[in-house]
């Protein structure tokens, strides 16, 4: 039996722009704890590693891992808290599908390509997203930062999935839009279809990536590019 080809797709940025629903649960739990509130664009930099790093990162600058105060930590795990909670209850207010996404689901699920979600959303959280945006039936995996005792850049995120898939890493490749999912693929050597302007504050040339596009319009042709036999 032909072994199927595998796809592993990041979440936030890339199959899903969910910046502006992030931004307000962001914005609502730092008015709540009294600090400065940031625009679409500034969460697009700074999302992608969780919601911790992302209060750490809107904070302090950076995704605190040490704390000079027991206060710093206590503050960050209540906003963490309060950021999920109100996300979960708000997740698709106005978050949209990437431009010719449905499209290229379907195209994949037409040539027997066997689909995952690879993404640093909380795992509840990813599969509520995705059921409610109407893509959920298309994967038959998904896996957030909470699935495994790890998750990107860590290239194990990407290769248990595709071992979970009983996939081949020969016959894999991760679509993503940041420096997590370059980094990831390139440490699993997979090939990373990179889209521009994702959520990252690095410049595309700064990230590793074998393709680069802009939305799905037009996917197909770099995929099928891959499959063979």
Same mark, same amino acid.
Do not use: R, W
């Given at each position: 039996m032909t072994q199927k080809y595998t796809i592993l797709f990041d979440l936030d940025g890339t199959l899903v722009d969910t910046a502006p629903d992030l931004m307000n649960a !962001? /914005? !609502? @739990?730092? $008015? %709540?704890y009294g600090y400065p509130t940031k625009s679409t664009e500034e969460i697009r930099g700074l999302v992608g590693q969780g919601a911790s790093a992302l209060i750490g990162r809107s904070i302090w600058g950076q995704a605190k891992k040490e704390f000079h105060s027991v206060d710093d930590k206590k503050i960050k795990d209540k906003m963490s808290k309060d950021f999920i909670n109100f996300y979960g209850k708000n997740i698709i207010k106005e978050s949209t599908l990437i431009n010719g996404v449905k499209e290229f689901l379907k195209w994949c699920k037409e040539k027997n390509i066997s689909m995952a979600v690879c993404t640093n959303k909380q795992e509840h959280l990813a599969i509520d997203l995705l059921k %409610? +945006?109407? +893509?959920?039936?298309?994967?038959?995996? @998904? &896996?957030? *930062? /909470?699935t495994f005792d790890y998750c990107k850049p860590d290239p194990r995120h990407l290769t248990s999935i595709i071992e979970i898939l009983s996939g081949d890493l020969k016959k894999s490749l991760m679509i993503g839009d940041s420096e /997590?999912? #370059? /980094? &990831? &693929? %390139? #440490?699993a050597s997979i090939p990373l279809i990179l889209l521009e302007n994702g959520y990252t504050e690095k410049n595309t040339n700064e990230i590793y990536h074998n393709h680069l596009i802009k939305d799905f319009i037009g996917v197909? $042709? +770099? @995929? *099928?590019?891959y499959l063979k036999d």
């Open positions: !962001h /914005n !609502h @739990v730092m $008015k %709540k %409610k +945006i109407e +893509i959920y039936d298309y994967f038959e995996y @998904v &896996a957030g *930062s /909470n /997590n999912d #370059a /980094n &990831a &693929a %390139k #440490a197909e $042709k +770099i @995929v *099928s590019t």
